[in-house]
């Protein structure tokens, strides 16, 4: 029997330093990782907050809650990507604090800029024929998506894009681990501005008549505008950048808009029991900054030789893969609690606390699951392409749990009898 204690012991000391590990180096970065996943729950229950709000809205344009997990989602990988090739430049110590349009900063910070355009702008052009091939009655139109899409995407673009820059710079003057970190802050930034943005965009700007359609084309022809030029700029890492990240973060806005369709499909369900669509951000974008943590270490260890990318994950990423695993039941108890709480204060309808906590809990299994074993794939396969996975890890990630993670949180609803 002691010798059996001394054997779990041992086993959960390790299992202890693994997870420190994977958060971070020293006990510092840890906690700075954790308490970056708290923030993200926390925050991403506000953009939740925000999101059930505004189901009037949602009600009164079809077709706009088709958008917003890509809209959200966007923001993130683009940011994402953009502070983990900035961190892998750190670690291997090719990273100049310089905002030159041929530094690190410079030339990730304007494809950036420009992926932003062109790809909220692609964004409403998917969401507009993604509604109308699954019959979402009285959709708006392509014009007022693209409003929308663009305008409130730029606005929440600047606070994502800049706040990544700030904390790449901050980071590396405090020693701070940026792979354990960028995932879960991006992803909160992009919970929390997007939705109100979109909102604004929308309140401020649609039905105006012949004003929005002009909007709408003069939006359309600056973002493509933007994008060719930078493409003819004579900078090989930004073109690069540009190339490697159009195709992948075009997959992530198509899966992500799916996510859109099915939550616009269960509209009624979330319109009845609010409590349900604040719950729905947090969800998704744990679940995705789990992914992002293991992808961000996964993609350092292979610049650094670290991991091998082996068709069965070598120990060092098993280990990886399972901390990662372990966080999902405190996270996802957390977010249910949250949802629950923060629905009761706004005096918003729910199916109760114990079938939330089920729901969050029994969904958080199946999209941590997929979302380990996708992060660690998607990492090396990119790797193995020769492409780098600091660009493709975070939105093959994200994109994929967004949808994934939505419909698993329905079927979950579903299977649970929790019906409006």
């Known amino acids: 029997m002691a010798a059996i204690l001394t054997t779990a012991l041992r086993r959960t000391r390790e299992a202890g330093r693994r997870l420190v590990d994977l958060l971070g180096p020293t006990g510092d970065a840890a906690r700075q990782s954790l308490a970056a996943l708290v923030l ?9 907050a925000a999101l059930g709000a ?4 949602l009600e009164a344009l079809p077709g706009l809650l088709v958008m917003v997990p890509a809209a959200i989602g966007l923001r993130g990988n683009i940011a994402g990507s953009l502070g983990n090739r900035i961190s ?11 905002l030159k349009p041929d530094s690190v900063v410079g030339v990730n910070l304007l494809a950036s800029i420009s992926l932003t355009f062109v790809l909220s702008l692609g964004l409403a052009v998917v969401a507009r024929v993604a509604a109308a091939a ?9 014009l007022d998506m693209a409003v929308v899409s663009v305008a409130g995407g730029l606005l929440a673009s600047v606070v994502v894009i800049g706040a990544t820059i700030l904390l790449t710079s901050v980071g590396v003057r405090r020693g701070w681990d940026l792979d354990a970190l960028v995932a879960p802050t991006t992803a909160t930034l992009g919970d929390v501005v997007t939705i109100p943005a979109l909102w604004l965009a929308a309140t401020l700007l649609l039905g105006r008549g012949a004003w929005t359609t002009a909007l709408g084309w003069t939006l ?7 994008f060719a030029a930078t493409l003819r700029a ?8 540009i190339r490697e990240s159009l195709p992948v973060l075009t997959a992530a806005v198509v899966l992500s808009t799916l996510a859109g369709l099915v939550i616009q499909e269960r509209l009624a369900v979330f319109a009845a029991l609010p409590a349900l669509l604040v719950l729905e951000p947090a969800f998704v974008s744990s679940a995705g900054s789990l992914g992002g943590i293991l992808a961000s270490r996964i993609g350092t260890n292979l610049h650094l030789g670290l ?3 082996t068709l069965r994950p070598g120990v060092e990423a098993r280990r990886d893969g399972l901390a990662v695993f372990s966080l999902f039941v405190p ?10 709480a923060v629905a009761a204060l706004l005096g918003l309808e729910s199916p109760g606390l114990g079938r939330m906590v089920l729901a969050s809990l029994i969904g958080g299994s199946i999209a941590v699951a997929f979302v380990v074993a996708l992060a660690y794939y998607g990492t090396i396969t990119a790797w193995r392409s020769d492409l780098d996975p600091d660009t493709y890890g975070i939105p093959v990630v994200t994109a994929s749990v967004d949808f994934v993670g939505a419909l698993a949180l329905i079927l979950t609803i579903g299977a649970l009898g929790i019906t409006s």
Do not use: C, K, M
């Open 307 to 309: 991991v091998d990318p």
């Open 40 to 48: 993200n729950s926390v925050t991403s229950l506000v953009a939740g």
């Open 234 to 241: 004579r900078i090989s890492e930004l073109t690069r950048i």
């Open 331 to 340: 996270v996802f108890l957390v977010n249910a609690v949250g949802a629950w």
């Open 134 to 142: 699954f019959d979402v009655q009285g959709a708006i139109g392509v």
């Open 54 to 57: 505004i189901t009037g809205t």
């Open 88 to 98: 892998t430049s750190i670690h291997t110590g090719t990273y100049r604090p310089s």
């Open 220 to 226: 359309a022809v600056v973002s493509v505008g933007v």
